[in-house]
């Protein structure tokens, strides 16, 4: 049994009992996917004494987290545009939330199956993790489409990660987490299009906003990119 596995895990359950008490608030899907994201990065780079078991636990906890991600898509484009989106458009967004989260309840068997999982599940973290995941940001960065959202999702493991040491780089820390809640940004611009597009908003002006802060983040990034490399280079040589 890995403590470290279990502890997040556990932590994970917590955040959905507080969900489920709290009427899944917007704070309480936002906190409760982020405990399901940390143990999900924690099983990437993890050895385990059994195959099956291992790929089950990382099915269950990716359709878990898929799970709330429309929720999570209109919490965020909702905080930002409700008051703009014509009346009739967000009643009808509310609606779909409702429907969505009602399937929440389904999930607490899944816990009881992915907890009982884990305490049985044997194995440990495989070694130069942050070797690896370093790597990957420099790969992603150097090809010759950069997928922002699959570099979003590398950077917090990365992040996470250097958070479990004993002795943490804050500075370096507070860096990646900048950049995760820049490239936050262009992921919500792109699924705030897409609410836009299923509520009959296309041509409101807050579709136009949203389009040109799309692009300036994307070219913010595009600027920046470069000096993030060079400086997980030099501090990693």
Avoid: C
């Amino acid at each position: 049994m890995d403590k470290t596995l279990i502890r997040l895990l556990d932590k994970v359950e917590k955040k959905y009992e507080r969900g489920v008490q709290g009427g899944w608030r917007p704070d309480d899907v936002h906190d409760y996917r982020v405990a399901i994201r940390k143990a999900r990065a924690y099983l990437k780079f993890w050895r385990s004494d059994s195959n099956g078991s291992y790929k089950q636990m990382k099915n269950r906890l990716r359709f878990l987290q898929r799970q709330t991600a429309l929720v999570r898509e209109w919490d965020v484009f909702f905080q930002r545009f409700g008051e703009a989106i014509d009346e009739r458009a967000a009643e009808k967004g509310k609606f779909a939330r409702f429907l969505l989260v009602e399937e929440f309840q389904y999930a607490e068997a899944l816990w009881k199956e992915v907890h009982k999982v884990g305490l049985k599940m044997k194995g440990e973290p495989l070694s130069q993790t942050e070797e690896k995941l370093r790597e990957r940001i420099f790969r992603m960065s150097e090809a010759d489409y950069v997928d922002w959202h699959r570099l979003r999702i590398l950077i917090k493991g990365y992040r996470y990660t250097l958070e479990r040491k004993s002795e943490v780089d804050q500075e370096l820390v507070a860096l990646l987490v900048e950049w995760q809640d820049l490239l936050g940004l262009i992921q919500d611009g792109y699924t705030n299009t897409k609410w836009f597009d299923w509520l009959g908003e296309r041509e409101a002006m807050v579709r136009h906003a949203n389009d040109e802060l799309l692009e300036t983040n994307l070219r913010g990034a595009e600027n920046k990119l470069p000096d993030l490399i060079e400086i997980l280079q030099r501090q990693h040589p």
